[in-house]
């Protein structure tokens, strides 16, 4: 497969069906763009009516091309495409771009165009990109393609990008191009009609000049296999990706409350379960990549802060603390070395305020000295260059100590670089990641710190309950599932419910039926005090309303009493009494699973009660969930201190928490039909953990 | 006094003493940056050891300058500055700069010396900016006055700068200037020993051609002055504000809730509260000011979005969405009449994508007929230039329609400006902002969206309850407080803070403490059912975990038995019954108040219990409180549903807890030697709102 990608990232030689000499044309300004960037294959023109195009000899049709054709752009309108894909075969081509829009975007007409050219292409084994799409760019020296009609020229470097939409892939290069910063590989293949995102990361992921990746996605057409390309590439090198629509998404209406919450995450979750670092801001996203694109990684969070003026640093403390960072006391014999290498008026701390009219020395003494300390993991510098200061030595400072790769640097540089030449090309030279502010100079060290974590985080284990082992009973769930598929059911009804919660042995509070008082009574004591009594009647609808419900009954008298007064007071036919155990002292959660298409079911974990409904305070992972998983689901809610002791109240049984979410993620595996599943509430204290109720969809 | 600032702002003449040869001296930068600038007054050098400083002639002394001196900058070392000043008031100067460092930031002997020139500046009725400063630039064309250090040289526009950090300012400035922005003034004071910030905003205010002020401060030192200076500048112009420090701040301890709460929200209160856009990032308030310096402010939060291409429109509608802003459909007429002028592949929508192709003229239209729709308030604007468009023509149509100035346009310009360099010119000109995100030109109009919610804002009025009406009796509460500080009592008592809360009409759950058994069930009955009785005795330390408590007792058989389980349990001599009425089917409020040095108080507002604890669910006002602010208060909680019918429990009674708001405002504006007071908890069912606990600090 790759060696197909191969003909579309390095292609040997390039034509153009639709060249024209028109110049406000695409035909005209890929060939442009082609020359511009000094393309080292041959470029063929197309076009039947032209014999010239920029200066190039132009073909009447990819047939008369004299020699080889690895790839071609197609810009002619759709309905010639098909045939021009024919040729494209006829003369041996491996991949063409189609940059032409109007397929099945556009409706049936064009979705039958689509189909037609990509079953020619298949004859002929010819991969194709696009359509409606921009194209790619390869900036290697060897190489210099710039198959694409956009205009941002950059320069070879690290990062390669690949973008579903065209709009935001121009705005990440040209940002990118507009910092100085050179880049690898770029690619946005619009309607993706063949050639996937998830082929060109592994491209990307294959391509040793790649060191890190830019993903822009708004959709996954198949999120197993980009799941699978990404887990792999990621474990590799670092993957930054950066979803959209999260308001939309947010709004989308759902049947249940999981559905409803779950909506904007989706994506975040799978970026975090195949070890992508994820971005919600396009800028943060690409001076994340800045920075990974020159530094290594760092070890731990603590920054050792240097600066030679004080108001940004205060800002990036501000910043970094934000986003988990600390900032580590100096060791004693740092701080002696400082007291002997810094001007008088500098304060030695961590912020280092070497103070504005420090010069090169200091700079050089300080970063030393910050590197060496052990406790310390990254350096953040402010470096404002004062016009009464010679900078240059500066710089020459900082970079000499950057390009020892000892830790990662980054800057907050502050200059005004048309009259700073000198000292920003020498900062550039030393890739040092700098930036105009002191916020997105933090972000992008938050960005490489968050990376390790990702990189070095414990995935854990999936406990499998193996049939009848530790409790779980497939079989028996299997036929419940299978006669509620028969029965053409969707909602499970509650003992079908309980009966397969029973099979994977999650815990339910006990509960029973009683037909009479005295029936209660008798089960109310099996059940053990406290209950709750329940008058059941299909009559009686708000139970609550009606004085239908009797919480916290600690002896069989109550009971009694309780269930003879229901008994008079509503007095139908099908009466029964509804007898649940009662449990005091509780804290209460929730627990939802929603299926997720492609995906698998995303499980999510709360608190339950008034906390979920206002505060949505919940997490979601998706499913299978792993030891660790289950462990940052109950850390990882806002109220997380509320399943330990809290103000006089005892913590509650966390592992049968975890235990029943290792459970239903065994269960919603097991059975990929469950479309959802809520057990809402669950009644937890120290020592027992129990749904009261629960709900299954399929 | 403005007429003082005007000589340092608008200085007719300028003398540095501690002129320099030396390239890398600030003595000789300043001379430099006023030559670069083109400063239109004389120069004057003082050194004693030079006859020419960068080709102008040097003076030995400021009293051998032939000309009228307006405004000095004093470079030379601390303990010479005190003489120079003295010299400078013989001469008649009226404004000195003091860049040098080394006063009261350095100790007591720099305390010294900045006592002693700022007496000498006061004899001779001069005012001193800084020291340790950097300086002001004046842009105006008819000045053109870089007093100043550093090295931005911006052009003239309309956008004012005051920042107490000068690494901050520089940041401002240089990023303005890099985006093509013009400024008008800057100033940046330093120790601010004489002339103060506020002061500065006030020059500015009454500057005509300061059209937005961009405010970075750290720390007040008079609270007072700031809030009705920036109170009453606020109302004139926009002031965009930033301040830092929010994580230190944040971790700064404190002995009660409400001022651990309280901690890094002051600044933004009293932004809030004078009516300054507050903001949290120095970009957003770099960008917001571009936006400020060019459009109209919005009348609404409607936006209507044109875009030619999709991505980066996605990612701005969620931003400007999150921002509380929308995106309402197009009117059937603007529909119409948009698909007789767009290109067939254009979505006739909102957002409306003209597409990639589209030229001039469905710029024009698309932008012409969104400006025309009532509904819409703002128009953003998502350009990017495909090479085979003649974008030339697309921006002078932008630029055209923008200057009608009939609502604001921002627009996310998507290029390579080096290479589209007339395109850009274009848009420079007709004051289009121009962002290179999709989210930063979203937040630049979620800005001025929010200005104009500020301006429009209702401040609404102080309810004063006067002595004797309303209930209010101040006279009590003050012999109360008097007694209390006699007695040189802190925290009051329990009797005290309840009598004051009565003096002052604040509801308070019905108590008593009984003595016996009998007076027990007197008591309670009293007080009326259910009650909650609580066993006190010193003996007795954590009542609850002894069965010392017993809540929702019903009858007075319950309350006599309960009472004499009691007393056959904690047999102690001083065992009293606490009696307190129990308030059903409550919610739990939170009520707090802090006293902030120079600014009066803080209030506080929210859920209590669990909810303050975990989930910070509070909000701060400062006092007084008007009747706006507190149905702000009740209505900006994350819980702010519970308040009303919700999930089948009835709301609270909102009125009653607004009057206890009121009430507390009214009383620590009586008594601001409250420090700090607490009502927790609340209990606020339909129709009752009163305190269960309260403590006051003095």
């Not at 309303?545 to 009971?559: H, K, P, Q, R, W």
Request: net charge neutral; charged share 25%; glycine share 8%.
């Amino acid at each position: 497969m790759s060696n197909k990608l191969k003909a579309l990232f390095e292609p040997k030689s390039i034509a153009l069906i639709g060249a024209s000499s028109k110049e406000f044309s695409i035909g005209n300004v890929i060939i442009k763009n082609l020359i511009h960037y000094k393309y080292k294959g041959p470029i063929y023109p197309v076009n039947p009516k032209e014999d010239k195009i920029r200066g190039l000899k132009a073909y009447k049709s990819i047939l008369d091309i004299p020699g080889e054709v690895e790839l071609v752009h197609i810009v002619i309108p759709p309905p010639y495409v098909p045939q021009e894909v024919e040729n494209c075969g006829l003369k041996g081509v491996k991949a063409i771009i189609i940059n032409t829009a109007g397929f099945k975007e556009m409706g049936e007409e064009g979705l039958a165009l689509e189909i037609d050219f990509l079953a020619r292409a298949k004859k002929y084994n010819i991969r194709i990109f696009g359509p409606n799409c921009q194209g790619i760019i390869n900036s290697d020296p060897d190489l210099q393609a710039y198959c694409n009609f956009t205009f941002t020229y950059f320069k070879p470097g690290s990062i390669s990008i690949v973008a579903q939409s065209g709009g935001v892939g121009a705005i990440i290069m040209q940002v990118l191009h507009d910092m100085g910063i050179g880049m690898r590989l770029y690619a946005s293949n619009g309607n993706a009609s063949d050639i996937s995102i998830p082929e060109i990361i592994r491209f990307y992921g294959d391509d040793e000049k790649t060191k890190v990746i830019i993903l822009y996605i708004e959709s996954l057409s198949d999120t197993k296999e980009f799941m699978d390309v990404a887990t792999e590439v990621a474990a590799k090198k670092p993957i930054l990706a950066i979803s959209a629509g999260r308001t939309e998404k947010g709004a989308a209406a759902s049947k249940s409350h999981t559905g409803g919450l779950a909506g904007g995450i989706t994506m975040e979750l799978i970026f975090q379960k195949a070890g992508i670092l994820s971005f919600s801001n396009l800028e943060e996203i690409c001076h994340a990549a800045v920075a990974f694109s020159s530094q290594p990684i760092p070890k731990g969070k603590n920054v050792g802060m240097i600066t030679n003026t004080g108001g940004p640093a205060i800002i990036a403390t501000d910043e970094l603390v934000s986003g988990g960072m600390s900032l580590p006391p100096l060791s004693k014999t740092a701080i002696r070395n400082l007291k002997v290498t810094m001007l008088d008026a500098a304060s030695i701390n961590n912020p280092l305020d070497v103070v504005a009219t420090a010069g090169a020395s200091h700079f050089k003494s300080a970063i030393e000295i910050m590197m060496k300390e052990e406790q310390i993991d990254s350096i953040y510098l402010t470096f404002v260059t004062p016009p009464f200061v010679d900078c240059v030595s500066v710089a020459k400072e900082i970079s000499a100590i950057s390009q020892m790769q000892k830790k990662p640097i980054v800057c907050n540089y502050i200059t005004d670089k048309k009259n700073w030449k000198e000292t920003t090309a020498i900062l550039d030279e030393g890739g040092i990641p700098c930036f105009d502010y002191p916020e997105t100079a933090a972000k992008a060290l938050v960005a490489l710190s968050k990376y390790n974590d990702l990189r070095t985080r414990e995935k854990g284990t999936v406990i499998r309950f193996e049939n009848n082992k530790g409790g779980v009973d497939k079989a028996k769930a299997k036929i419940i599932f299978a006669a509620a598929k028969n029965a053409n059911k969707e909602v499970l009804s509650a003992s079908e419910v309980y009966q397969i919660l029973e099979a994977y042995n999650i815990p339910i509070a006990r509960w029973a039926v009683a037909d009479s008082v005295e029936d209660a009574v008798t089960k109310a004591e099996a059940i053990g005090y406290p209950v709750v009594i329940k008058a059941d009647s299909e009559n009686i609808i708000h139970k609550s309303d009606v004085g239908g419900v009797f919480v916290n009954i600690t002896n069989s008298e109550d009971a009694k009493n309780v269930a003879q007064l229901m008994k008079s007071k509503f007095n139908y036919p099908d009466l029964k009494f509804f007898i649940q155990e009662c449990l005091n002292d509780r804290l209460e959660l929730i627990i939802g699973v929603k299926a997720e298409e492609g995906l698998g079911h995303l499980i999510m974990f709360g608190m339950g009660g008034i906390m979920v409904e206002v505060y949505k305070d919940v997490v979601f992972k998706i499913a299978p969930l792993t030891d660790v998983d289950t462990k940052d689901m109950l850390q990882n809610i806002k109220s997380a201190v509320l399943l330990n002791d809290f103000r006089g109240k005892r913590g509650i049984n966390k592992e049968g928490v975890m235990e029943i979410l290792q459970r239903i993620s065994a269960l919603v595996t097991d059975f990929p039909e469950i479309k959802e599943l809520d057990l809402n509430p669950i009644f937890a204290n120290t020592k027992r953990v129990c749904a009261v109720d629960a709900r299954i969809i399929i």
